[in-house]
């Protein structure tokens, strides 16, 4: 079984504009959210991750395709080139639907405006010839407009336009079909084609010269009346033709589309919270040298690497009014900050589209209450981690003692490790939880998917580069995935007598699937461990994701429980029951490791849930034979006990140890490429 296509992959990089980025994400994220995990990629991600096997499309937004061509000609280019071959989807826009035609003309004749030139990717057997409409000028909205588009199903549909082109000659050509045409007369010679399905190989590419994912409601109004705010009135109008004719562009690229009932949450304020509350101001004083503004009205800033978070006491001094508080310029009332939805902003970061303003009430003297966090339960969760905390033999105290929770967040892990300043400061064990995550992240380029009902958390853990333990020093930080993906099978087959039956098994590296004897396995839950190091320590983000209670877009614990046991309580397990358990077994495995190391109890154990001992496998590394790259065939023996690696075992008895970052791995299909020692 290959791997579920759950990406959607943005490109983000030399050339891109953050306006397109960033509507291409909000649309994509609007219309196929939940069935897809949408997030970006940039030019070092398609040269070297693997990220094929799980991308369901992948989406090249405007700006200026050069820039585009700079970065992927050759290697880049070849790897996007074969995976539509081989059935890929891509989507361009713009920018992007210049980049795959065969050859590109641009503003001829009109000086330093001039692009001609032919393109690698060539998925269109022909030319984008550009501009349709005068008046583009890069970096404005002087040749923005609102263009009618005449679709292949004879609708009528309003699509923002600025700089694109129209495929020459597309009518009568082998595998191409018109998807739309410019209503209105364009300034250049070959046709009308706005918009074009390309089949190329086993895949397709939906090729758009205007641009029907940027939505009126995102576009900056200007603050007087101008012909720009009229364009954007205008779309507004004609807004509901223009969805669903982007619906129709991903249906026909083959993509599930959302009902329009779980189009993602806006982004909630974080609660900050520790088992004893009064402990909460030690953290809050060691964040002092990082705070930028301290009023007297308790908001504290901190702007740091990545985001911004403003502090406010969720139980506030005497004296203190909330009514003069203020977030992003706008007051804030008594009844805004103790409500879960509080909005956090997206700001764009460069070229990114993920930097964000976060409000965060502090608990200084008591817990987040069920009306502040409606789906996280804070004093359950709490109570539950003292008292399995209680039944250890490891006397574990740390994970889960500290909790940042919010109900929609961009991804646990980037607000913890992308922010060094906040980590740097930080007690080991502060752990990071969300109900929901718009751009969760996975491994290389995967994302996350989230939906309603998964347990989504990352714990910060402090590893000393120092000590005396088998699992001490730089090793940790190799095998924290692996003694994650342990502690998750152990938390679960040791909640219950019963549970003991419930076949979970770790895929190499940082998976964990079920298993069932004659049954396909599906994924439950993936792993993703980012490090840094300051002042001889390791500061570990350790990300786990689990699809707990919620039906798609795989399968979920709850529901293996309740089909296949029964005779068990269901639901089986609660987000807050279950993370403390699981928080509490990973302290214990770690622990362990650090005091005995890999050999012994914990790699016996390891083995007890892995799926590949034996397994053949087909290693493909980058000699290359007769045209293609070479082929090793071997057998699985294991994880070398030092270095972390795959140890593969060939035919003729040659040892190969393959590392987990920069492979491509494909166990259901007994397949990993690329680089062996």
């Known amino acids: 079984m290959s791997p579920q296509l759950m990406n959607i992959l943005i490109y983000n990089g030399d050339g891109c504009t953050p306006a397109s980025v960033r509507n291409a994400y909000l649309t994509l994220s609007s219309l196929l959210t939940p069935h897809y995990a949408i997030s970006t990629i940039n030019a070092s991600g398609i040269l070297t991750e693997p990220w094929q096997p799980s991308c369901a499309l992948l989406v090249f937004p405007g700006g200026a395709d050069l820039g585009y061509c700079r970065s992927l000609?050759?290697?880049?280019?070849?790897?996007?080139?074969?995976?539509?071959?081989?059935?890929?989807?891509?989507?361009?826009?713009?920018?992007?639907?210049?980049?795959?035609?065969?050859?590109?003309?641009?503003?001829?004749?009109?000086?330093?405006?001039?692009?001609?030139?032919?393109?690698?990717?060539?998925?269109?057997?022909?030319?984008?010839?550009?501009?349709?409409?005068?008046?583009?000028?890069?970096g404005s909205e002087a040749g923005a407009r609102a263009v009618a588009l005449k679709t292949c199903e004879d609708e009528e549909v309003l699509s923002y336009y600025n700089g694109g082109g129209l495929f020459v000659d597309a009518d009568g050509k082998d595998d191409v079909e018109i998807l739309a045409r410019y209503e209105e007369p364009v300034q250049v010679e070959g046709g009308d084609a706005a918009i074009v399905y390309v089949k190329y190989g086993l895949g397709g590419a939906v090729l758009s010269c205007p641009h029907p994912e940027f939505a009126p409601e995102n576009l900056e109004r200007p603050s007087s009346e101008t012909p720009y705010s009229k364009m954007i009135d205008n779309l507004l109008a004609a807004a509901p033709a223009r969805i669903d004719f982007t619906r129709f562009l991903l249906k026909k690229l083959g993509l599930t589309i959302s009902d329009g009932k779980t189009a993602p949450p806006p982004l909630s304020a974080l609660h900050f919270s520790s088992m004893y509350p009064e402990d909460l101001n030690y953290i809050i004083q060691g964040l002092n040298e990082v705070i930028t503004q301290d009023t007297p009205d308790a908001q504290k800033k901190l702007n740091l690497e990545h985001d911004e978070f403003i502090l406010y006491e969720a139980d506030p001094k005497p004296g203190v009014t909330f009514q003069s508080l203020t977030f992003d310029h706008t007051p804030l009332s008594l009844n805004t900050l103790q409500s879960s939805r509080i909005p956090a902003v997206f700001r764009e970061k460069d070229k990114g589209i993920d930097k964000v303003v976060w409000p965060v009430l502090t608990y200084h003297n008591s817990h987040p209450d069920k009306s502040r966090t409606p789906h996280f339960n804070h004093a359950a969760f709490y109570a539950t981690l003292d008292h399995i905390r209680s039944l250890s033999r490891y006397a574990p105290s740390l994970f889960g003692q500290h909790i940042l929770y919010g109900q929609t967040v961009t991804s646990t892990n980037t607000i913890l490790e992308q922010n060094f300043g906040l980590i740097s400061r930080l007690p080991s064990g502060v752990t990071a939880v969300a109900t929901h995550q718009t751009a969760g992240r996975g491994r290389g380029q995967n994302a996350w998917i989230s939906p309603e009902g998964a347990l989504i958390f990352s714990v910060f853990i402090r590893h000393g580069l120092q000590g005396t333990g088998g699992g001490a020093g730089s090793k940790g930080v190799v095998f924290l995935q692996y003694i994650a993906a342990l502690a998750i099978c152990r938390a679960i087959t040791t909640s219950a007598k019963a549970y003991a039956q419930v076949p979970v098994?770790?895929?190499?590296?940082?998976?964990?699937?079920?298993?069932?004897?004659?049954?396909?396995?599906?994924?439950?839950?993936?792993?993703?461990?980012?490090?840094?190091?300051?002042?001889?320590?390791?500061?570990?983000?350790?990300?786990?994701?689990?699809?707990?209670?919620?039906?798609?877009?795989?399968?979920?614990?709850?529901?293996?429980?309740?089909?296949?046991?029964?005779?068990?309580?269901?639901?089986?397990?609660?987000?807050?029951?279950?993370?403390?358990?699981?928080?509490?077994?990973?302290?214990?495995?770690?622990?362990?490791?650090?005091?005995n190391g890999w050999s012994g109890s914990i790699e016996k154990d390891y083995y007890r849930f892995w799926m590949h001992q034996g397994q053949e496998v087909a290693?493909?590394?980058?000699?290359?034979?007769?045209?293609?790259?070479?082929?090793?065939?071997?057998?699985?023996?294991?994880?070398?006990?030092?270095?972390?690696?795959?140890?593969?075992?060939?035919?003729?008895?040659?040892?190969?140890?393959?590392?987990?970052?920069?492979?491509?791995?494909?166990?259901?299909?007994?397949?990993?490429?690329?680089?062996?020692?």
């Open 73 to 138: 000609n050759g290697l880049g280019i070849s790897r996007i080139k074969n995976w539509v071959l081989s059935g890929g989807k891509y989507l361009g826009f713009c920018a992007g639907a210049y980049f795959a035609s065969e050859k590109v003309e641009f503003e001829v004749g009109k000086g330093p405006m001039e692009v001609v030139g032919r393109r690698e990717l060539a998925l269109y057997p022909g030319i984008c010839r550009g501009t349709a409409f005068p008046g583009f000028m890069y």
């Open 505 to 595: 098994k770790i895929k190499w590296p940082n998976d964990i699937y079920l298993a069932p004897p004659h049954a396909p396995p599906t994924k439950l839950a993936g792993i993703l461990v980012n490090s840094s190091f300051a002042n001889n320590t390791f500061l570990l983000t350790l990300g786990i994701g689990i699809n707990l209670s919620n039906p798609h877009p795989t399968t979920s614990l709850n529901n293996y429980c309740a089909a296949s046991l029964p005779q068990l309580p269901h639901p089986a397990f609660t987000h807050e029951a279950f993370l403390a358990k699981l928080l509490v077994t990973l302290e214990e495995t770690y622990l362990e490791f650090v005091r």
């Open 619 to 677: 290693l493909e590394d980058d000699v290359v034979e007769k045209g293609i790259n070479r082929t090793l065939r071997g057998h699985v023996e294991g994880v070398d006990s030092e270095s972390g690696m795959l140890v593969v075992r060939g035919i003729k008895g040659t040892r190969w140890e393959v590392r987990s970052d920069g492979n491509s791995f494909d166990f259901m299909r007994g397949l990993v490429r690329k680089k062996v020692n």
